[in-house]
């Protein structure tokens, strides 16, 4: 699948396999919070479906090993957790850069805020009219997008809950809440329950999806950047986003290199 010299030399796959699953198998990390990337669990075999452990199973394939799955609640226990693992599949942010090495994104998924509509507040089309003192803003917490809020969101008051469950039943039953930020598929559908809410449908950010591995293991980071370029290229993204049926929901990072 890997294009180029060094996705076909046998000795720096070797250093690969060495870094990255040196008893002979590829322990992946997953979050099984993100229900987009990682949908179900196989009824027989009990092993994690969807887009993400689809990604890590084609990774320990094109390395000729097999894999196994560790999962975690959520993003913040996965980086807790990241001497369980060989890579992980979760966002890159700049609080998890500084432990972890990160892949180009695979796929992005829009994250936004639902607003709650009704007399005397006054709703806004951009989402950075809600970066004010006067702003309650629910979140989940250690989320990619939590940790954008807080990187970039200077005066609104973020109210953090465990998880994204959580802070979408604050909201629903607590209408002291300004807005729920989330990704926008979830939001889109909470806002069913909430009638006279709105999603505003101009993202704050895109989450990019990728794959981590620890610092320190140059060959592993080159193969896993050339793994997923390769991915983009071919197409397989797509494939997998279709197989999935996430069209609409999240799109493939492109083919820009």
């Not at 695979?106 to 009704?118: D, E, K, N, T, V």
């Not at 989450?207 to 293991?217: M, S, T, Y």
């Amino acid at each position: 699948m890997l294009h180029g010299d060094k996705g076909n030399d046998a000795d720096f796959l070797d250093k690969v396999k060495q870094q990255l699953a040196a008893d002979g198998t590829l322990r992946i990390g997953i979050s099984l919070s993100n229900k987009l990337l990682v949908s179900d669990r196989d009824n027989v075999t009990g092993q994690p479906q969807g887009l993400s452990p689809d990604l890590g199973r084609a990774i320990a394939k094109s390395l000729n090993v097999p894999c196994e799955f560790v999962s975690f609640k959520g993003p913040g226990e996965l980086l807790d957790g990241k001497s369980s693992w060989d890579i992980g599949n979760f966002a890159n942010q700049p609080e998890r850069a500084k432990k972890l090495h990160f892949s180009p994104p695979y796929c992005r998924i829009p994250a936004s805020l639902l607003l709650r509509m009704g007399e005397g507040r006054v709703t806004s089309p951009r989402c950075s009219d809600y970066d004010r003192r006067d702003r309650r803003i629910l979140t989940k917490a250690r989320s990619a997008y939590c940790l954008w809020l807080e990187d970039h969101f200077e005066n609104a008051e973020l109210v953090k809950k465990s998880s994204f469950s959580e802070a979408s039943c604050a909201f629903v039953e607590d209408d002291t809440f300004d807005a729920l930020s989330g990704l926008i598929p979830s939001l889109r559908d909470l806002r069913k329950r909430i009638p006279g809410s709105i999603v505003i449908e101009t993202p704050f950010t895109y989450i990019e999806q990728c794959v981590a591995c620890k610092k320190g293991v140059p060959e592993a980071q080159e193969y896993l950047k050339q793994f997923i370029y390769s991915m983009r290229r071919s197409g397989l993204v797509d494939k997998l986003i279709r197989k999935h049926g996430l069209q609409g929901f999240l799109r493939s990072a492109g083919h820009v290199e």
